[in-house]
């Protein structure tokens, strides 16, 4: 007793994206990672995206008692990242190095198969002129000793300078990444 319509899959695709905003849309991956010595994504875009989170699978360092590290960059031009312990702080002890929130130098993570981190870390706000926060969230290490370690979501750091964020690297505190695969994902602006 009513009119039937139909659309073609692609513009319910399209219709979704512009109109309903806010989902969460893959950008990019590393790829299988093999002895690499860090693993950067520059695909930032202020006009799509408001955060970003990355997946980190079977992340693994090369070196036994090794922890991870991130920096991030605000560079336009060749995407050089800080490193300096005042450029960023952390939430607990004051000013650092960048490092995935929860643990420092004393934090052994294995090297062998099965051990090293997998979860998640975000980028919140990361292109304004504020300070750009960066959490690890839902995660898991394995360390040296067998011992399951538990990420909890109030770890991270805050960027200091007052810029707009538009790169990050990912690497171990000494020797290469061994393998795995880090997923970079956008969260569609609303």
Do not use: C
């Not at 990242?81 to 004393?106: C, M, P, Q, R, V």
């Not at 099965?114 to 969230?137: C, D, K, Q």
């Amino acid at each position: 007793g009513g009119t039937n319509r139909k659309a073609t899959m692609s513009r319910l695709a399209t219709y979704m994206g512009t109109k309903i905003g806010g989902g969460m849309e893959f950008i990019a991956s590393s790829g299988a990672i093999s002895n690499a010595a860090t693993v950067s994504f520059t695909q930032f875009d202020s006009s799509k995206y408001d955060s970003y989170e990355f997946r980190f699978i079977d992340y693994l360092p090369a070196t036994n008692g090794a922890y991870p590290i991130a920096r991030t960059s605000s560079d336009t031009s060749n995407h050089s990242y800080d490193s300096g312990a005042s450029d960023y702080i952390w939430k607990i002890s004051g000013t650092l190095s960048a490092e995935f929130g929860a643990f420092n130098s004393n934090l052994q993570v294995g090297s062998d198969a099965g051990e090293g981190f997998s979860g998640l870390l975000r980028i919140l706000n990361p292109h304004t002129s504020t300070y750009t926060r960066v959490t690890v969230n839902d995660g898991m290490y394995l360390d040296i000793n067998g011992n399951y370690l538990l990420m909890a979501s109030t770890r991270g750091f805050v960027r200091k300078e007052n810029a707009q964020v538009n790169a990050i690297q990912f690497f171990w505190s000494s020797g290469n990444i061994a393998s795995g695969e880090v997923i970079m994902f956008g969260i569609v602006n609303s």
